[in-house]
Protein backbone atom coordinates (compact mmCIF):
# COMPACT_ATOMS: atom_id res chain seq x y z
CA UNK A 1 0.00 0.00 0.00
CA UNK A 2 2.76 2.39 1.12
CA UNK A 3 4.52 1.60 -2.70
CA UNK A 4 1.32 2.55 -4.36
CA UNK A 5 0.66 5.97 -3.04
CA UNK A 6 4.39 6.64 -3.50
CA UNK A 7 4.73 5.77 -7.18
CA UNK A 8 1.46 8.14 -7.24
CA UNK A 9 3.18 10.60 -5.04
CA UNK A 10 6.27 10.33 -7.92
CA UNK A 11 3.94 10.12 -10.85
CA UNK A 12 2.66 13.51 -9.77
CA UNK A 13 5.70 15.45 -9.32
CA UNK A 14 6.86 13.52 -12.63
CA UNK A 15 4.55 16.53 -14.27
CA UNK A 16 6.38 19.48 -16.01
CA UNK A 17 5.72 22.72 -16.08
CA UNK A 18 4.93 22.46 -19.71
CA UNK A 19 2.08 20.11 -18.74
CA UNK A 20 0.79 21.80 -16.55
CA UNK A 21 0.32 24.99 -18.77
CA UNK A 22 -0.71 22.64 -21.51
CA UNK A 23 -3.89 21.50 -19.52
CA UNK A 24 -4.56 25.24 -18.85
CA UNK A 25 -4.12 26.37 -22.10
CA UNK A 26 -6.78 23.68 -22.99
CA UNK A 27 -9.34 24.26 -19.82
CA UNK A 28 -9.18 27.90 -20.93
CA UNK A 29 -10.04 27.02 -24.87
CA UNK A 30 -12.63 24.75 -23.33
CA UNK A 31 -14.18 27.38 -21.62
CA UNK A 32 -14.22 29.66 -23.62
CA UNK A 33 -16.00 27.92 -26.07
CA UNK A 34 -18.34 27.17 -23.59
CA UNK A 35 -19.27 30.81 -23.40
CA UNK A 36 -19.57 30.94 -26.97
CA UNK A 37 -22.71 28.79 -27.20
CA UNK A 38 -24.73 32.03 -25.02
CA UNK A 39 -22.12 34.55 -26.74
CA UNK A 40 -23.24 33.68 -30.35
CA UNK A 41 -27.63 33.50 -29.73
CA UNK A 42 -26.93 36.18 -27.62
CA UNK A 43 -25.59 38.60 -30.52
CA UNK A 44 -27.45 37.28 -33.48
CA UNK A 45 -30.61 38.28 -30.89
CA UNK A 46 -28.84 41.63 -30.89
CA UNK A 47 -28.80 41.87 -35.07
CA UNK A 48 -32.38 41.38 -34.85
CA UNK A 49 -32.58 43.98 -32.96
CA UNK A 50 -30.74 46.47 -35.33
CA UNK A 51 -32.40 45.35 -38.15
CA UNK A 52 -35.67 46.10 -36.27
CA UNK A 53 -34.12 49.24 -35.96
CA UNK A 54 -33.17 49.91 -39.51
CA UNK A 55 -36.82 48.90 -40.74
CA UNK A 56 -38.69 51.12 -38.01
CA UNK A 57 -36.47 54.00 -39.06
CA UNK A 58 -37.31 53.56 -42.53
CA UNK A 59 -40.65 53.57 -42.23
CA UNK A 60 -40.83 56.18 -39.88
CA UNK A 61 -39.58 58.31 -42.92
CA UNK A 62 -42.15 56.85 -45.11
CA UNK A 63 -44.95 57.59 -43.11
CA UNK A 64 -44.02 60.79 -42.69
CA UNK A 65 -42.12 62.42 -45.43
CA UNK A 66 -45.35 62.18 -47.54
CA UNK A 67 -47.31 63.54 -44.84
CA UNK A 68 -45.56 66.85 -44.58
CA UNK A 69 -45.52 66.83 -48.37
CA UNK A 70 -48.89 67.00 -48.70
CA UNK A 71 -48.93 69.31 -46.18
CA UNK A 72 -46.48 71.70 -48.24
CA UNK A 73 -48.84 70.67 -51.30
CA UNK A 74 -51.93 71.54 -49.30
CA UNK A 75 -50.42 75.09 -48.25
CA UNK A 76 -49.34 76.17 -51.85
CA UNK A 77 -52.43 75.39 -53.19
CA UNK A 78 -55.15 77.65 -50.54
CA UNK A 79 -52.75 80.49 -50.87
CA UNK A 80 -52.44 80.49 -54.26
CA UNK A 81 -56.80 80.29 -53.97
CA UNK A 82 -56.15 83.07 -51.85
CA UNK A 83 -54.47 84.97 -53.79
CA UNK A 84 -56.29 84.49 -57.22
CA UNK A 85 -59.17 85.96 -54.64
CA UNK A 86 -57.21 89.03 -54.07
CA UNK A 87 -56.36 89.29 -57.93
CA UNK A 88 -59.68 88.77 -58.63
CA UNK A 89 -60.92 91.39 -56.41
CA UNK A 90 -58.09 93.78 -57.63
CA UNK A 91 -59.63 93.67 -61.23
CA UNK A 92 -62.75 94.55 -59.78
CA UNK A 93 -61.76 97.61 -58.37
CA UNK A 94 -59.70 98.91 -61.14
CA UNK A 95 -63.16 97.61 -63.50
CA UNK A 96 -65.50 99.55 -61.46
CA UNK A 97 -62.99 102.65 -61.37
CA UNK A 98 -61.77 102.69 -64.68
CA UNK A 99 -65.56 102.05 -66.28
CA UNK A 100 -67.81 103.95 -63.99
CA UNK A 101 -65.87 106.10 -61.19
CA UNK A 102 -68.91 107.24 -60.10
CA UNK A 103 -70.63 103.92 -59.05
CA UNK A 104 -69.50 104.25 -55.01
CA UNK A 105 -71.35 101.18 -54.24
CA UNK A 106 -69.42 99.11 -56.69
CA UNK A 107 -66.00 100.18 -55.45
CA UNK A 108 -66.93 99.95 -52.16
CA UNK A 109 -68.12 96.58 -52.71
CA UNK A 110 -64.79 95.55 -54.30
CA UNK A 111 -62.42 97.29 -52.42
CA UNK A 112 -64.47 95.55 -49.33
CA UNK A 113 -63.72 92.12 -51.20
CA UNK A 114 -60.31 92.59 -51.49
CA UNK A 115 -59.86 93.71 -47.86
CA UNK A 116 -61.48 90.56 -46.49
CA UNK A 117 -59.30 88.21 -48.73
CA UNK A 118 -56.03 90.53 -47.95
CA UNK A 119 -57.26 89.87 -44.02
CA UNK A 120 -57.90 86.09 -44.45
CA UNK A 121 -54.48 85.89 -46.19
CA UNK A 122 -52.58 87.29 -43.45
CA UNK A 123 -54.21 85.73 -40.75
CA UNK A 124 -53.71 82.18 -41.89
CA UNK A 125 -50.50 82.75 -43.69
CA UNK A 126 -48.50 84.85 -41.73
CA UNK A 127 -45.10 85.68 -44.05
CA UNK A 128 -46.58 83.55 -46.48
CA UNK A 129 -45.86 80.37 -44.44
CA UNK A 130 -44.17 78.70 -47.29
CA UNK A 131 -40.57 78.65 -45.73
CA UNK A 132 -41.38 77.60 -42.28
CA UNK A 133 -43.26 74.61 -44.08
CA UNK A 134 -40.41 74.15 -46.78
CA UNK A 135 -37.60 74.41 -43.86
CA UNK A 136 -39.84 71.82 -41.67
CA UNK A 137 -39.63 69.21 -44.71
CA UNK A 138 -36.11 69.84 -45.51
CA UNK A 139 -35.25 69.61 -42.05
CA UNK A 140 -37.11 66.30 -41.80
CA UNK A 141 -35.80 64.60 -45.07
CA UNK A 142 -32.33 65.39 -43.81
CA UNK A 143 -32.72 63.73 -40.27
CA UNK A 144 -34.74 60.63 -41.42
CA UNK A 145 -32.32 59.98 -43.96
CA UNK A 146 -29.54 60.58 -41.31
CA UNK A 147 -31.27 58.34 -38.40
CA UNK A 148 -31.54 55.87 -40.94
CA UNK A 149 -27.96 56.07 -42.31
CA UNK A 150 -26.69 55.75 -39.05
CA UNK A 151 -28.80 52.59 -38.30
CA UNK A 152 -27.47 50.95 -41.22
CA UNK A 153 -24.21 51.55 -39.57
CA UNK A 154 -24.97 50.45 -36.53
CA UNK A 155 -26.43 46.80 -38.38
CA UNK A 156 -23.12 46.91 -40.27
CA UNK A 157 -20.51 46.70 -36.92
CA UNK A 158 -22.98 44.42 -35.40
CA UNK A 159 -22.69 41.79 -37.86
CA UNK A 160 -18.62 42.47 -38.92
CA UNK A 161 -18.55 41.89 -34.77
CA UNK A 162 -20.73 38.34 -34.90
CA UNK A 163 -18.44 37.27 -38.23
CA UNK A 164 -15.65 37.95 -36.01
CA UNK A 165 -16.80 36.37 -32.68
CA UNK A 166 -17.42 33.02 -34.97
CA UNK A 167 -13.88 33.02 -35.44
CA UNK A 168 -12.94 32.60 -31.88
CA UNK A 169 -16.00 30.61 -30.92
CA UNK A 170 -14.99 28.17 -34.13
CA UNK A 171 -16.83 25.44 -31.97
CA UNK A 172 -19.87 27.20 -31.32
CA UNK A 173 -19.98 28.79 -34.84
CA UNK A 174 -20.91 25.13 -35.99
CA UNK A 175 -24.80 25.88 -34.93
CA UNK A 176 -24.56 29.31 -35.38
CA UNK A 177 -24.09 30.31 -39.44
CA UNK A 178 -22.38 33.60 -40.35
CA UNK A 179 -24.26 36.32 -41.60
CA UNK A 180 -24.30 38.45 -45.01
CA UNK A 181 -22.63 42.22 -43.75
CA UNK A 182 -25.29 44.61 -45.41
CA UNK A 183 -23.54 45.97 -48.86
CA UNK A 184 -21.03 43.49 -48.78
CA UNK A 185 -22.56 41.94 -52.11
CA UNK A 186 -22.16 45.67 -53.67
CA UNK A 187 -18.93 47.08 -55.53
CA UNK A 188 -18.10 50.51 -54.60
CA UNK A 189 -16.64 50.79 -57.73
CA UNK A 190 -20.26 50.39 -59.06
CA UNK A 191 -21.90 53.88 -60.13
CA UNK A 192 -24.63 55.37 -58.05
CA UNK A 193 -28.02 55.20 -59.83
CA UNK A 194 -29.18 58.71 -60.48
CA UNK A 195 -31.59 60.10 -58.68
CA UNK A 196 -35.39 60.32 -60.07
CA UNK A 197 -35.70 63.52 -57.86
CA UNK A 198 -35.01 66.55 -60.47
CA UNK A 199 -34.46 69.98 -59.43
CA UNK A 200 -36.94 71.90 -60.24
CA UNK A 201 -36.12 74.67 -63.42
CA UNK A 202 -34.73 78.17 -62.51
CA UNK A 203 -38.09 80.88 -63.16
Known amino acids: MYEYGEKLTLRRRSLSPVVWVIIAVVALVAFGQLIGFFALPSQRIGLDGKVGEVWNQTNRASQLLPRLEAQLKYTVQAQKQVLDKIAAARSDVLAAEQVNGSDQAKVLKSSTSTQIALRAFYENYPNFGLPTIQQGLLDETAGSFNRIAYARHQLIQAQVGYD?????????????????VLGSDQSPLTPVAPSSLQTPPAP
Open 164 to 180: QARIWFFIAAIFNPSVE
